[in-house]
């Protein structure tokens, strides 16, 4: 895999992590907080953002595909894995990695709905809203990206990437 260039920088997300805890805490105050993280993507997301959240988190994690080995996205959503715990009467927070067509996290929504949480909100490290195909607006975001094929902190292309503590666009 070649980089085509770095688009966010290491003390970059570093900044961006830290508002967006500190504008969860203050959205989440007097709340506990369970936070979703969905695998594989929001692994490093998540583990970095919880630590800026000064509210109690609970964690746990989803797995959900809709991706092949390919930079297309099939439409279909698949359950790899479910949740330990019940979330009913929970507030939920859902990190994902990037939203681009938005349909595993509306798929995601309806289903963790049906559960009946105390409230939900999604809040992603990365957003690609000229690719949306469903009406689905993330409540956090962390920034908002045009329609490129990104790697890095915790997003990966066909599994390789993830590690890069930077965001970069994958040269064609
Ligand atoms: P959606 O259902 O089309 O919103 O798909 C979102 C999922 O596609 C994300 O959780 C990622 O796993 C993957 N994805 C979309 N765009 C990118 C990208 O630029 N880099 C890496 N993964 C991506
Ligand atoms: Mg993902």
Not at 134 to 163: A, M, Q, S, T, W
């Given at each position: ?38 695998l594989k993507g929001a692994a490093v997301f998540m583990s970095d953002l919880i630590r800026q959240i000064k509210v109690p988190v609970e964690i746990d994690f989803m797995s959900l595909s809709s991706y ?105």
């Amino acid at each position: 895999m070649e980089l085509a260039q770095i688009i966010i920088t290491e003390e970059e997300i570093k900044q961006r992590v830290a508002e967006l805890g500190a504008q969860i805490t203050a959205d989440y105050q007097g709340r506990d907080l369970f936070v979703i993280c969905i695998l594989k993507g929001a692994a490093v997301f998540m583990s970095d953002l919880i630590r800026q959240i000064k509210v109690p988190v609970e964690i746990d994690f989803m797995s959900l595909s809709s991706y092949g080995a390919s930079t297309k996205t099939s439409g279909v959503v698949r359950m790899l894995r479910d949740l330990d715990r019940e979330i009913a009467g929970k507030h939920i927070l859902v990190v994902e990695d990037i939203v681009d067509t938005g349909l595993t996290l509306s798929y995601l929504k309806e289903n963790l709905m049906v559960r009946k949480p105390a409230s939900l909100k999604i809040c992603t490290f990365l957003d690609k809203p000229s690719r949306r195909q469903v009406d689905l607006k993330p409540d956090y975001c962390g920034r908002e990206i045009e329609d490129y094929f990104v790697v890095g902190y915790g997003l990966d292309f066909n599994e390789k990437g993830r590690e890069l503590p930077y965001v970069a666009i994958v040269k064609e």
